[in-house]
């Protein structure tokens, strides 16, 4: 590591000493919570905000556990520049309100996240940016949803809970026809199954809090612009309202995200397995796995998945609230806790959580009863795995 690169700390009277020269270097990214950066003189600052200089000033601003972990992020996904943000809701929220500007129109996928949901619902139309929510499987629907004004369209490849797959070849065509920016949340399917940009992505978001740092200890998110105006609009809104991340935050992330590609073979591997083991137990309704024959969207799963159907398995028990309530209990070596991309499974039950929100009618119309489970798939060895399934199912059916 040559001096250049070597993280140096500036003494003062209050702290005198800076760091103590050494010939060896640390194999791993220091942590510095340093919230201020101490340049030489007002020329040296002058050359750092006109990019002659690389530096940092006021954390808010960035810093260096941010943007290592950035690059790290970029090189996944195939983009230069992305910003890591203080949560993956703070990266929907910089891309949107970012660029979007009171007039303009946005089309959403009518099963996106929930908060980006309620941000589409309530929040952009306060501020005068109208939205419409359409299906995200069906590029004519998402194209009977467009208005001269549409300025973007915001979309996750794979739907959570129901796992179907937006039809992307469409939709990408018809954003580059129409000049409408594509925004995809890739946070479900991950890079390890899908790059954004290769299926027309301007804009890619991501909630790092899940899959990629992957232990739940931390909530991040990162966002990326192809087009560096977009960038640096988005970074300048998320620098201004604050939406920036914990160092300490980042630096977990980047240790999280050394093994986010064995963590994602693992966990699709047991997804997989746990799939193909529901599908021949009683007591279930359905089994939903994008790369399983009996999947809606199974030809889609193999072209925009490349057949990586992921660490997500959705699955409907029969019975209703009864027979959830008893399967939670049943299956207590798992998590009941509404997150995904843990190391360790967790369990989901839509209805209760999510999608809370929802009248019964208008979760059925998305194909959520009150017997649907979604199972962020971990890394637990897979036959203590599936034995802990079946202990939920055999009390849900005892329920029943
Ligand atoms: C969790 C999630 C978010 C929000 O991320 P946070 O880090 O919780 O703010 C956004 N989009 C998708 C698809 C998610 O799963």
Redesign the pocket.
Known sequence: MSDETRPRVKPTLMRPGGMIPEASAPVVTPLMPSVVYASETPDALDDQYEGRARGYTYAREGHPNAEVLARRIDALEGIEGGLVTA????A?TAALMGICRAGDHVVGGDQL?G??LRLMREDLPRLGIETTLADQTDAEAIAAALRPETRMVLI?VVS?PTLRIADMAGIAALCAERGVLLVI?N??TTPAAVKAVEHGADIV?H????LLAGHSDV???WVAAKDPELKTAITNFAVTTGLTPSPFDCWLAERGLLTFGLRFERAQANARALADHLARQTGLKQVLYPTRDDHPDRARAQAVLRGQGGHMVTFELEGGRAAANAFAKGASDLAFAPT?GDVGTTLSHPASSSHRALTPEARAAIGISEGTFRVSVGLEETEALLAAIDKGLAAARDAG
């Open positions: 949560s993956g809701m703070a929907v996240y908060r980006s996750e959570n949340d946070t479900f978001i909630s790092v809090t899940k909530t991040l998110g995904l």
